[in-house]
């Protein structure tokens, strides 16, 4: 089992930046690839980022490319998604994600552990 408990969550302005982080407990986290989610009101769950287990392999969805950062400190069991010039269509709750690695990475049944959740709300 691995435990994931996200922080770092807030309401932001626009153009504004917030870091989030994972933290894992358990087994040891740095044998599986960690993945953001994000939830949006009314909508599906969808892939954000990805990072693999030495901190290589990222990933992100096209809307944030070039905005967000997943890094990873395996000596602190720690993921991070750095947000940067945040849009109101980031508002969502994000959620971390723990897998070994199989299936396709932008799907949630790619991953076995999932953390509670931090919202973020970015204002106009």
């Known amino acids: 089992q691995v435990q994931l408990v996200e922080s770092g969550g807030g309401l932001v302005q626009a153009g504004g930046s917030l870091r989030l982080s994972c933290v894992a407990s358990?087994?040891?986290?740095?044998?599986?690839?960690m993945g953001w989610f994000r939830q949006a009101p009314g909508k599906e769950r969808t892939f954000v980022a990805r990072?693999?287990?030495?901190?290589?392999?990222?990933y992100y969805t096209d809307s944030v490319k070039g905005r967000f950062t997943i890094s990873r400190d395996n000596a602190k069991n720690t993921v991070y998604l750095q947000m940067n010039s945040l849009k109101p269509e980031d508002t969502a709750v994000y959620y971390c994600?723990?897998?070994?690695?199989?299936?396709?990475?932008?799907?949630?049944?790619?991953?076995?552990?999932w953390g509670q959740g931090t919202q973020v709300i970015v204002s106009s």
């Open positions: 990072i693999n287990q030495s901190g290589g392999g990222t």
């Open positions: 358990g087994r040891t986290a740095s044998n599986y690839v």
């Open positions: 994600a723990a897998g070994p690695g199989r299936g396709y990475y932008t799907l949630s049944s790619a991953y076995d552990y």
